[in-house]
């Protein structure tokens, strides 16, 4: 019990959750801006009139899977990221008697919406978009 309530060990334990949720946090946007990147070339195949239906149709079949990966990573880190700041919070509302590294619950960016669903809805409705060569 008194190597739990060691200052020393809480102090690293708190360390490795601010690193860990930091880590998450970075994760979570790292995914969507690499397969942005992969789908843009892929869909330029995919509706480049010009190139033969297979080739539009696989490139738009790759760039919808990359996609939908990439959505369910962000979601995953999401959750994962909500994780560690919950064991973040736990950690110093018992050691520390309060939290310096909490999010209010109800916090809204500037125009009032949150960003990781709209970010997670657009992510979705982009990858769907290369399945539109399928249908010509």
């Known amino acids: 019990m008194q190597q739990e309530t060691d200052p020393e060990n809480i102090r690293a334990l708190h360390s490795a959750l601010v690193t860990k949720r930091a880590t998450l946090d970075q994760l979570i946007w790292q995914a969507p801006v690499i397969a942005l990147t992969a789908q843009a070339f892929l869909m330029t195949i995919a509706f480049d009139t010009t190139n033969s239906i297979f080739y539009r149709c696989l490139s738009g079949t790759i760039a919808t899977i990359i996609g939908l990966l990439s959505w369910q990573l962000f979601l995953r880190h999401t959750a994962l990221e909500r994780e560690a700041t919950m064991q973040l919070e736990a950690l110093e509302l018992q050691h520390f008697g309060q939290t310096a590294h909490s999010r209010p619950r109800t916090a809204k ?28």
Do not use: N, T
């Open 109 to 136: 960016s500037p125009s009032g919406w949150r960003s990781r669903p709209i970010w997670a809805w657009c992510l979705f409705l982009v990858s769907v978009a290369g399945l539109l060569p399928l249908f010509e």
